[in-house]
Structure formats: C-alpha cells, structure tokens
C-alpha cells in the first residue's frame, strides 16, 4: 500500500508540474494590471474564510490556537498584499539614464508547507508567487493535507474567475516524501520554497535547483537592565503564546540582565507563567525530547496545561507559558533547543556582553541565522548588541513572532523568513515576490575605457562626402579646378612609364627611382594620380614600389604586369585581395 500511494505522489506531481509549466507561459504575458487584479481577488477571498480555514487547520493538525491561525491567514492575504500591492513586476520595474531594469518571473515554483503554518504559509506562497508571473505546486504536510488543498481552493477559485489559467496553482492531494522529492527535483521546475524541518530544507537544497529554505528558529531573548520590564515580559508572552509557539520566530529562551532579573521573574509569574522547580523541569524535559534528542512532535502547538499534564506535572488552571531555569545549552540541556510550544527556558548574566554571549551559544544550538530579540531602553545598546548576533533579524521591543515577520516592525511582511548562511540559506531576507524574479539589467556606459590601440578609420570614411551642404559651383568654376589639377601633374609626373622592363639609360645617367605618391584625397584624382605605381626603376632594375591600390591592381592586371613589393610596401586590404588572387605581386 505504501509504495502505490508513493508512486500515486510521485506520478501526481509530475503531471502538476508539467501541467503548471504550460499555464505559466500564459501568465508570464499578462500585464501588471492583470496580475494585480488576480493578486486582489486571490487575497480578498483568503480574507474572507480566513477563520474558516484557521479553525480546519487547528482542527486537522492538533496544533495551535484556532483564533489566532485565523489571524495569521488575515496578516497573509491582507498585510501581505497590501505591502506588495504597488510592487512592479512586469516589464521596466526601475529606469534611470544609466540602467533598466526588466522583470523576469522564474517559471514554476515548488511550494513546501508546513504543519505548523498551513493554511497562512499556502496563503502567502501562492500570493507571491502570482504577484511574480510564476506558477506554483505545493506539496502539503501529510498532516495538514485537508486544509491546505482548501486553501488552494479557495484562491484558485477566485483567481480564475479573473483571468488566470487554473493550472497555474496545483496542489498535491498525495503528501509523501517522495512525491515531494520528484517535485522538487522535477526539470520543469525552477525554484523551491521550502519551509520545513532541517531534514526537508536540506534536500530542497541538495535537488540541484536554487532553493530559498528556512532553518530552525531557537530564538533568545535579552532584557538589558534598562528595559521597561513589564512591557518587556508582556511582548515576550504575546510572543510565546501566539498560536502556542509555532511559529519559528517565537521566543524560546529568556536571558536576563542580572540587575533586573528578580522583577523579569516576577512579572513572568504576575502574566501568567509558571516557574517549574528542578524536578519539574527534569520530567518536562523528558516529555519535550525524545531519547534521540530531537523534539517530540506531540508537544508541538500545544497548551501549557496539556503539556504540564503529559510531563505528570499539576500547574495552576491560568497557566499560559512554563517557564524552566536552564544550566546551560546544548545536547545536555534539552530545554535549550527550539521547542515550539509555550515553553521558556530561563537564563540570568550579568551585563550585555555576557547576554550577547549567552544569546550566541543559544543561537548556535539550532537556530542561527534566525532571529534573536532585545528589550532596552538604550538605542546603543540594542546596536551593540545586534552587532555581536549571527542573527538575520535582531528584534528590539517587541514580541519576535510578531516582528520578525513584519507584524509589528517595519520588515517586509512574510511567512518566509531567510537565514542567511549563518543557518545554511541562500538569504537573510524576509522572502517576498522580489525573490521569486530574475532581474535584467540593460546597463549604458557612461565613462570611456582608455587603449593603447588608435581606432582605425575605414576607406568608406576616409572618402566620405561631409554631410553638410556642399558650396555650390557652376561649370567655370570645376572646369578651373580640372585644368589646375592636370597642370600640376604635368609638372610633377615623372616622364618615365612603369614597365615591366624600360630603356637602358646612359651610364652617365644616375639610376632614377620613381616613388608613389600618397593616394589623393579624391576619388576620380587617385584614379588619374595610380595611373603609373611603379614596380621597376627607369634602368630596368626591380624596386618595391611603397605604395600599392586597388586601381594600380586593376591597371597591371589589365597591362599583364607584375607589382614589386616588399615588407614595407603599403598595400590596401582591397589590393592586398585582388593582387593576390591575380599573382600579380612580386616580392623582392
């Protein structure tokens, strides 16, 4: 049964993706006005069953809040597209005088959902994967099939009624890991969007396509001795309870500042948390890791209560977070890791380099690249401090769930977020549409580049007629200018013809040599002036002559002469063709 359902996904997936590849060539041709009213009616249907779809995805997958998955679907399909609204991705989205830059979308885009953010990730992927000109597949959770295809539904359905061809969002009915592989590693697709365990974003990476993965999120938290504490504790809790703790970027540990350290516990048990004692927190760690020191999947988006009670713990009814005091971080300690639930593990240091160091340790256990978060007062401080993390986002007083993806911060709004390689990704960024483009760039020169070489001028240019107008003559004048001309020549032609062999002079006589002159500037007066390029001296002896064109070619072919030359002998790439094709030079 097994491998019939993996052949069923694997077979799925392939025809989705060829079917996407062929709709996507009729979307890569709409406008940007076609594409935005597509985006509107895909996000304005989403909003519309966002408690809907919130409820199924808490009801399917046992994880979370229903209340406020519907308020992740809404932040995908209305503070999402609001920001990328005005986005241009077709045609010139930038031009200066010096560069245009042209939108390209990348074809097909392999869509991975997670359990944790179902219907909210499917929402946000298939948004801005339109908004692209691309098309898109996704290959669900198999935990969270049900609510992720009606999530495609939903927008599919509003989307086509605009315009877009329904092949142009597919979603896989049959989740298997090898339906997901032949996806992602399918030719036709073009890029992956893979939010996922490690396992999953490793081999998005390793298929051979440009992948944007998204790594584990073990996020710490500073409270600096100048922090508003209570405030601090409240948007840590804000933080840590949305959704139970599923998304990535939720707080996981809690650094305080020695000198405030007291009141941090304080205002944690006054907001509802729960500090647990050694032992308690012995037997949740227990619960929270499995013997492999993985997480335990079961404790994921649960309540505070639900997983006190698999630990065998009793905690009061009003419980909203367990809080646990760790003695360090590592394989040892497994409340350090990223827990995914309403659990805190808590530290205390004394002094912002110690927190920025503790931070880092945390970090590098599971979650680097992510995001770390800091409450302070101090401006400086929340930069120094940022400056130390191998973090993509550093979160300044507010929840990390909520800014990191741009609820309450002004970071681009996404359900995508970068690690950077810090955490193995090709970006820190927050991924939006602009990722899911190429970008030509038409660049002009706007400064020379100096050479050694003289630029050679052509003999068209050479002869070229000025194109200004030309003085007027009547026939006076150009008959003057002719008789001039061939007085001059008279006078400077030498009297001797270019023969192949001449008269003996006197031996009185010194040997004359007949050179050729520079070609005219004239056309019909190089005619005249090539009429004798000489090959041979007045006595009879071979001489190169220095300069040699087409028409004194011409001449000793139709005279049956031979042209003498040498290295030096200046030929014309024309001569030079037709010489050579006659034999008619001699090379002495």
């Known amino acids: 049964m097994s491998v019939h359902k993996d052949l069923k996904s694997v077979q799925e997936a392939r025809d989705l993706v060829e079917a996407a590849h062929q709709a996507q060539k009729r979307v890569a041709g709409f406008d940007q006005a076609t594409i935005d009213r597509i985006c509107e009616a895909m996000a304005r249907a989403a909003l519309r069953e966002a408690a809907r779809l919130g409820e199924m995805a808490s009801a399917e997958t046992g994880y979370g809040i229903p209340a406020d998955k519907r308020e992740k679907n809404r932040f995908a399909a209305e503070d999402v597209w609001n920001y990328f609204r005005n986005m241009r991705t077709v045609g010139v989205v930038r031009e200066t005088a010096e560069i245009i830059e ?19 990730t499917a929402i946000f992927k298939c948004l801005i994967a339109i908004k692209s000109r691309n098309a898109v597949v996704l290959s669900p959770h198999p935990s969270a099939v049900n609510c992720i295809n009606e999530t495609v539904r939903v927008v599919r359905e509003a989307a086509v009624k605009e315009g877009l061809p329904p092949e142009a969002i597919g ?73 139970n703790g599923t998304i990535c970027s939720s707080e ?9 350290a007291r009141e941090v516990r304080e205002q944690l048990t006054l907001q509802g948390a729960h ?40 905690v009061p009814p009003n419980t909203r977070c367990l809080v646990a005091e760790v ?57 120094r401090f940022g400056l130390e993390m191998p973090a993509s986002r550093i979160i300044v007083n507010s929840p990390t769930t909520h800014g990191a993806i741009g609820f309450s911060t002004a970071l681009p709004p996404s359900m995508t977020l970068g690690c950077g390689s810090w955490g193995g990704n090709v970006t820190s960024d927050n991924i939006s549409p602009l990722h899911l483009m190429d970008i030509k760039r038409i660049a002009f020169g706007i400064r020379p580049v100096g050479s050694a070489r003289v630029v050679p001028v052509s003999t068209e240019a050479q002869t070229a007629v000025p194109t200004g107008p030309a003085p007027a003559l009547d026939r006076e004048q150009i008959a003057a200018i002719v008789d001039r001309f061939l007085a001059r020549r008279r006078v400077e032609r030498p009297t001797a013809e270019v023969a192949t062999t001449a008269p003996e002079p006197s031996k009185a006589e010194p040997p004359a040599s007949v050179a ?26 071979r001489r190169a002559v220095e300069f040699v064109c087409e028409e004194d070619v011409r001449r000793a072919i139709e005279r049956g002469e ?27």
């Not at 298997?176 to 490793?202: D, N, P, Q, S």
């Not at 998005?204 to 001795?225: E, I, L, M, Q, T």
């Not at 920025?356 to 401006?379: D, K, N, P």
């Open 275 to 314: 500090f647990l004692t050694a032992d308690e927190a012995d037997k949740l760690a227990r619960v929270v890791a499995t013997p492999q020191r993985t997480l335990n999947p079961a404790i994921v988006g649960k309540p505070a209560r639900v997983i006190a009670e698999m630990a065998g713990l009793s």
């Open 252 to 260: 996981q540990a809690v650094v305080a500042d020695a000198p405030v």
């Open 171 to 243: 979603c896989m009915t049959t989740a298997t890991i090898e339906g997901t592989e032949a996806l992602m590693k399918h030719k036709l697709t073009a890029l992956i969007l893979a939010t996922g365990g490690i396992g999953l974003v490793r081999a998005a990476y390793s298929s051979g396509k440009p992948a944007f993965g998204v790594g584990p999120g073990n996020v710490p938290v500073f409270v600096d001795r100048t922090a508003d504490v209570a405030t601090a504790v409240q948007n840590i809790l804000t933080g840590k309870c949305f959704d």
């Open 516 to 541: 050729s002159p520079p070609p005219p500037s004239n056309g019909a007066d190089a005619q005249q002036a090539r009429s004798d390029a000489p090959s041979a001296t007045s006595n009879g002896a």
């Open 102 to 120: 042209v939108a390209s979308p990348r074809g097909v885009v392999a869509a991975i959902i997670p359990s944790t953010n179902p219907t909210s």
């Open 327 to 383: 003695g360090g971080v590592g394989r040892d300690y497994p409340l350090s890791m990223e827990k995914l639930s309403p659990i805190l593990a808590f530290y205390v240091v004394d002094g912002v380099e110690r927190g920025a160091q503790l931070c880092y340790e945390i970090l590098s256990f599971g979650g680097m690249g992510h995001t770390v978060g800091i409450h302070t007062r101090s401006r400086e401080t929340a930069k």
């Open 562 to 588: 031979k042209i003498y030359v040498n290295a030096r002998t200046i030929i014309t790439p024309a001569a030079r063709d037709m010489g050579e094709a006659a034999e008619v030079f001699a090379k002495i």
